[in-house]
């Protein structure tokens, strides 16, 4: 497959895979990547520079496990991006809204096994989940303010009204 990134053709071929162990929860998988970058020399002549890099692979039993990790409020986001070794935030947060989703539908099971623990242990585990919708509350609070300051500005800085004005007609 051949890709243009920077204006630098980039070919890339897949190597063999190799399998480490990391302390943790998370068996992580690398790819080893070879990437043919065209490169100039000195004089200006093209040359193929090959690059060999690693790449990351989760099951999806590594993914439940890293938001597992995230969800329990321990470590940022940040945190969890630079020890697994990520791309970025979004990684882990497009993971949360699918395997989030799918825990929530199966949630019934889960809550016999939460009343039968230790009431100090459950005390601690509410507390952290409190804690992480405080957070949730706070940043969507957040993004709605910030929403707000982007339409009055566009509004002042536009002169077009975007809010729906009170006693109109759907």
């Keep these: 497959m051949r890709v243009n990134i920077k204006g630098r053709d ?23 990547v070879v990437k043919s970058i065209l490169s100039h020399d000195e ?4 040359f193929w520079e090959e690059i060999v890099t690693e790449k ?3 099951s999806d039993e590594d993914k439940i496990g890293i938001v597992a990790e995230y969800n329990a409020g321990k470590m940022t986001a940040t945190q969890i991006v630079e020890k697994y070794h990520l791309s970025g ?13 799918e825990e929530s539908l199966s949630l019934g099971a889960s809550e016999a096994d939460d009343m039968a623990k230790n009431p100090d242990e459950r005390i601690r585990e509410l507390e952290l989940e409190n804690r992480r919708l405080q957070k949730a509350l706070d940043a969507e609070a957040l993004r709605a303010k910030a929403f707000d300051t982007m ?12 809010r729906k004005k009170s006693g109109t007609k759907r």
């Design 151 to 162: 339409i009055e500005l566009a509004e002042s800085k536009f002169n077009i009204p975007i």
């Design 10 to 32: 980039v070919c890339l071929i897949l190597k063999k895979v190799d399998t480490i162990q990391k302390a943790g929860i998370v068996q992580m998988e690398t790819k080893q």
């Design 43 to 46: 004089n200006g002549h093209p």
């Design 89 to 101: 935030k979004q990684v882990l947060f497009s993971w949360m809204d699918r395997y989030l989703r």
């Design 56 to 58: 990351y692979v989760f």
